[in-house]
């Protein structure tokens, strides 16, 4: 039902009284979060499937929320959106971590986390959600399949970059991947790396004052996926993001996972590697 003129003004009141939006979302009745990642011009280079009627789906690094959303608006069943529960718990250098803290009051790292990582994604999803979300505070290292249990589609987009370990993160996303689910994902892949000779190349682009810290040739993801229990499906995508110069040209690929079902088959991670 279209909001009226006094809700949508509210709406708009809303929204701009929360700063660092990071996904533009439409919410509706021309109201659209004012986020810097339009995810919604690109949205189609991940193919994701256009009836997920059943499905259950996981949104690895939701962010604000655009991917849950359009996850859900694609029928699925139930989406989990999940991100770390504060700024501290971001994969930082040891470094920037420690200033973070060390610069800001426990008051003021709560109101920001409260802020930024929270208040934004259950506006976004009140707003333009049908009920079949909801956000879980966990780390990309810590997703479990007894505690979250598993998924028919994986989605991490944009994200294996802002990890210091990101064998590990797909090692745990396997986990909670179906035997007969898919991954879907995504990372800044620069035509100049390792595409002339199809090397499986990865650059290391961090600093101690950020966290984004890879780039990856697509033969690299593509390796790395095959090493975590994925099989890459097809060729997948490139596509260039406006505006963004570390993040600009992205890799997409959709993966299905193998040689991991059966308790035969099971592995697990033990200090951080793959074993059975």
């Known amino acids: ?94 470094a920037y971590a420690r200033d973070w803290v060390a610069t800001r009051s426990a008051a003021e790292r709560d109101a920001i986390d409260q802020r930024s990582l929270r208040a934004a994604f259950e506006l976004a999803v009140g707003a333009a959600g049908q009920g079949r979300v909801r956000r879980e505070e966990v780390s990309i290292y810590d997703l479990d399949p007894d505690r979250h249990g598993t998924f028919d589609l994986v989605l991490c987009a944009s994200m294996l970059m802002h990890v210091r370990d990101p064998v590990l993160a797909l090692h745990r996303m396997r986990a909670v991947c179906r035997d007969d689910g898919v991954l879907v994902i995504s990372i800044s892949s620069p035509p100049n790396l390792g595409d002339a000779d199809g090397e499986p190349l990865a650059r290391f682009v961090g600093s101690a004052k950020q ?40 890799a997409a690929l959709r993966a299905a996972p193998v040689g991991m079902s059966g308790a035969a088959g099971r592995w697990l991670v033990v200090d951080g590697w793959l074993e059975r």
Not at 86 to 91: F, G, I, L, M, Q
């Open 1 to 94: 039902m279209p909001r009226n003129a006094e809700q949508r003004q509210e709406l708009e009141r809303r929204v701009a009284a929360i700063q660092g939006w990071y996904h533009a979302i439409d919410l509706g009745d021309g109201v659209v979060t004012p986020g810097p990642f339009c995810m919604a011009e690109y949205v189609r280079e991940y193919e994701l499937p256009d009836d997920m009627s059943g499905m259950r789906a996981l949104d690895v690094g939701c962010g604000n929320g655009f991917f849950a959303l359009d996850l859900e608006k694609r029928g699925a069943d139930e989406v989990v959106a999940v991100d770390v529960p504060s700024w501290t718990a971001k994969d930082w250098s040891p």
């Open 211 to 250: 966290c984004n810290f890879w780039q990856m040739s697509p033969a690299c993801l593509r390796d790395m996926l095959q090493c975590c229990g994925f099989a890459p499906i097809g060729e997948g995508r490139r596509f260039v993001l406006a505006d963004r110069p570390v993040e600009a040209v992205q």
